[in-house]
């Protein structure tokens, strides 16, 4: 019994970190940095030492620094539809690979992992639950840190394109009964997001 629970809670661990926004993605250092701020600072190596930036510090050092001008420029040059297709592609990939060590692809199961949010997630996303029921999960998003750092940038399209329109195909790939419905998003302006997963009945 104690075996089992280990393997759900590592792939709950697994799934938790998955369904992060896959604007996480793009950066190692983005996590990273914001885990060394939880850590204690090691003799060793400089490395390890804690690096005390907030938050709000990390997303701009790990997007508007380089990744978002480096991304407008590719966006110039192969268009913004490739770079959104990239990243729905990049996001299925990642979440089918996920789910598919789960014992079960439920719409309960997804929505712990947005109950129990990892440290990145949890300082970075504020919402409020709208409705929870056997088929339904809404969420409204009122706060999001990949939204005021890709907004801040003059680079809201981006942002939708690369951490905000993944979220469609990341439903999809982890259950193709499952489906997002989602009409508004503070990365393009409005208000809040209104996230929606919808899973089959019968």
Not at 41 to 46: F, I, L, M
Not at 92 to 100: L, P, R
Not at 150 to 171: I, K, N, Q, T
């Amino acid at each position: 019994m104690e075996s089992r629970q280990g393997t759900l809670d590592l792939d709950r661990r697994r799934l938790i970190a998955g369904l992060c926004a896959t604007g996480a993605l793009t950066c190692l250092g983005c996590s990273r940095a914001a885990r060394a701020a939880d850590v204690a600072a090691s003799a060793d190596h400089g490395f390890s030492a804690a690096s005390a930036m907030s938050f709000e510090e990390v997303f701009h050092f790990a997007y508007a620094r380089s990744f978002i001008p480096t991304m407008k420029n590719l966006a110039e040059r192969v268009g913004m539809e490739v770079i959104q297709d990239t990243a729905c592609e990049t996001a299925g990939q990642m979440i089918g690979s996920v789910a598919a060590s789960l014992p079960d692809r439920s719409l309960s199961t997804w929505v712990a992992s947005i109950k129990e949010p990892d440290p990145i997630m949890r300082h970075a996303v504020a919402f409020d639950i709208v409705e929870d029921s056997e088929t339904v999960f809404e969420i409204r998003i009122i706060e999001c840190l990949w939204a005021s750092t890709f907004r801040a940038a003059d680079a809201a399209e981006l942002g939708y394109s690369w951490v905000c329109h993944p979220d469609f195909a990341m439903a999809r790939a982890f259950n193709p009964e499952m489906r997002l419905r989602r009409d508004r998003t503070l990365m393009q302006g409005a208000s809040h997001c209104n996230h929606r997963w919808e899973m089959k009945s019968g």
